[in-house]
């Protein structure tokens, strides 16, 4: 018993097997083609996915490279204004120069100033028992020099006080954006709460924009009230976040350290060149101690200067000669950082 039973699962499984087989090579070229159907739908979804990659890829490149060109556009720009005001910054008319003085005059009033300035000068000199050949010179240089002279005093006064504050403005401005507040509401703040000059240069800004003006603009035109490298960088870097985009706080944040910065080295270069400095005045004032001494010991000894034509004429040499001696020295302190 045991033994057919044997026989008969043998051939069952024989029986089963053969089934397969015949199964399996009928159905061989249907599996053969699935799998190969597969592998190419395998093989698309791969390159449908390596080319989402691809043109991921290539839309952030394109966009860097638009953001890039946008970026040097703006600068070719600002660069091609910068370069048409220089003429203005540096050598300004005189009405342009008033304004960057901080000075409320019309042309008018100071021509007429400049006029009295000048036979004030005059007079002086004359009751002074001067020459009668300098009261000329008096008069030229009361009337276009020391006017003139006056108002580039004020103009460096003011950009110095703009300098200093400057940077705490440019902070607050940051503090007030990364707070959530708006640029137009930061600039008001400024305009109104800032300290002299500054308030008087983001009124400017605010008034432009009130008047149609965008605020990458007329921060642009703050140099032109403001003779002075900081205002253009501040006038640049809101022009370009107008444009290209970016992080305004950020920019803002390190515009505020570069200005600190320039600053500090400015200092720097000062006390380093106060020695040249001391040495400058000493020897500029040196021929003027010299002749009072002279003068207190044997009058008699330096009075033909004064009092003759050609001590005059010494004199006059003497003064040119130093002129220039003071002038290469004011060059050599000089540093622009």
Known sequence: MFGID??????????????????????????????TAGRRLQSVKNAETDRSVVKASRDRAADAAKRRKSVQDSLKELDAKQLASNKNIK?????????????????????????????MVTIGAYFMNAPLLVL???????????????????????????LNEFPNSLDIIVRAVKSGLPLNDGIRLIASEAPEPVR?????????????????????R?????????????GIVIQIQQQA??????????LSRVLRDRKKMKAKVQALS??????????????????????????????PLFTTSTGHLILGIAGVWMSIG????????????
């Open 136 to 162: 000329p010179g008096a008069l030229i240089a009361g009337t276009l020099g020391l006017p003139r002279w006056f108002v580039s005093f004020q103009r460096g006064r003011r950009v110095k006080a703009f």
């Open 200 to 220: 008087t240069e983001f009124r400017r800004i605010v008034e432009s924009q009130q008047i149609g003006m965008s605020i990458p603009d007329a921060a642009v």
């Open 91 to 119: 050598k300004p008319p005189l009405k342009v120069q008033l304004r960057q003085a901080g000075m409320s005059v019309s042309i008018e009033k100071f021509y007429m100033l400049s006029v009295v300035c000048g036979v």
């Open 222 to 234: 703050m140099q032109e009230t403001m003779p002075c490298s900081e205002a253009g960088f501040f």
């Open 6 to 35: 044997t026989t008969i699962l043998a051939f069952i499984a024989l029986a089963g097997c053969s089934a397969g087989a015949v199964a399996y090579a009928f159905l061989f070229n249907r599996i053969a083609s699935e799998n």
């Open 326 to 337: 003071i002038f290469v020295m004011r060059k050599m302190m000089n540093f622009d950082v």
């Open 245 to 254: 985009g970016g992080n305004l706080s950020e920019a803002l944040g390190n």
């Open 274 to 303: 106060m020695e040249a400095k001391a040495s400058a005045v000493i020897i500029g004032a040196l021929p003027f101690v010299v002749a009072t001494l002279v003068y207190f010991s044997s009058p008699n000894y330096i009075m």
